[in-house]
């Protein structure tokens, strides 16, 4: 968290729109978001309390834009925390307002707290969205706790649209989350979750039967649920990548490789590594390596092309790759790739050639750290050879 000392003072002048050249060379602030499957998990509840939190140790909190959808719990939670007011934008008879980001520029808090980061600001505002004036907040070197629900992030709406049948307008960019100093999830089961939209406590009671009956669906919410989860799973894998040195970190996700080779049966070694990447539900790779001093036959190639088309109907990525020697190239892969499981056949070679010259099975044992090797056994089924 910023000090006094890195903070805008009091004499900011406001940001012209889109404008970051006032505050170049100062330290950007630090951007924490919670996140959760739907409305009504507790982000914002959760963000005021930590707000209070900090207020309660001394630092200088405002709220910069609170949304409490008439959510009592949420509007008495906001109390006791000082509230920068909303912009006015009259339009007609109507008059709507949004957030004042140059008011929060000029107070220059350490910390704002900044609710549903995915808004789309009123006509005639500085910025379309939410997000973006938190970025020149943050560019203020101001600290930034904000809130969104995972299915507003971009890479995900059609995902969630497959899923729910709800296609999402408001979207927040990958890269916002990317740049995330902090990623919370509020996570509650679906069964908590309905709960509280029956007693209320998310929309008004003429809404609840719709919701239930739509969006709020139990297997919604369990599919929502889980992108939220491994979206902060992505993330914190991520950042251990990047930070890591030598790239010793360790894997959160499953991900599945199998090694197929020319060998007929191997479309049933990528049956059973589907089965397997289906139950740890994680991403299939296939790879076949090529042997540069070796064309294959018309048969091998459609044998090698039945294999790729088999492994994208299992959703799975196919790689081909040219080495001669097999095992350090599924190696090379595998850490390229992150895997964590490699599935491979049982080694045909006689008992003679793998003494002289050993198994693939040996020789990835030695090459592979933190993966675990499947050998799958069949009486004709050969590994790459």
Partial sequence: MSDN???GSAGTPPLNSGSYSLYQGRRRGKHKI????????????????EGHALKHEGLDVVVGLLETHGRKETAEKGERLEIVPRK???RGELTLTDMDTDAILKRSP????IDELAHTNVPGSPREKRYEDVEVVLAAGIDVYSTM???HLESLNDLVA???????????????LDEADEIVVIDVTPETLQERLLEGKIYAPEKIQQSLDNFFQRRNLIALRELALREVADNVEGNAIATTPNGQFCNIHERVLVCVSTYPNSVQLLRRGARLANYMNAPLYTLFVAD???FLTKEESLHIHTCEKLCKEFEGSFIRVTNSNVANAIAQVAEKYRITQIVIGESQRSRWQMLLKGSLTQKLVRLLKNIDLHIIASEKMVSPK
């Fill in 162 to 176: 497959r899923i729910t049948g709800v296609v999402v307008r408001e979207r927040v960019p990958d890269r916002i």
């Fill in 34 to 49: 919670f996140i959760g499957m739907a409305p009504g998990v507790g982000k914002t509840y959760r963000m005021l309390e």
């Fill in 292 to 294: 540069p001093e070796r």
């Fill in 110 to 113: 350490q910390l704002v707290l």
């Fill in 5 to 7: 000392s890195n903070s």
């Fill in 88 to 90: 006015q934008y009259p």
């Fill in 149 to 151: 629900n995972v299915q």
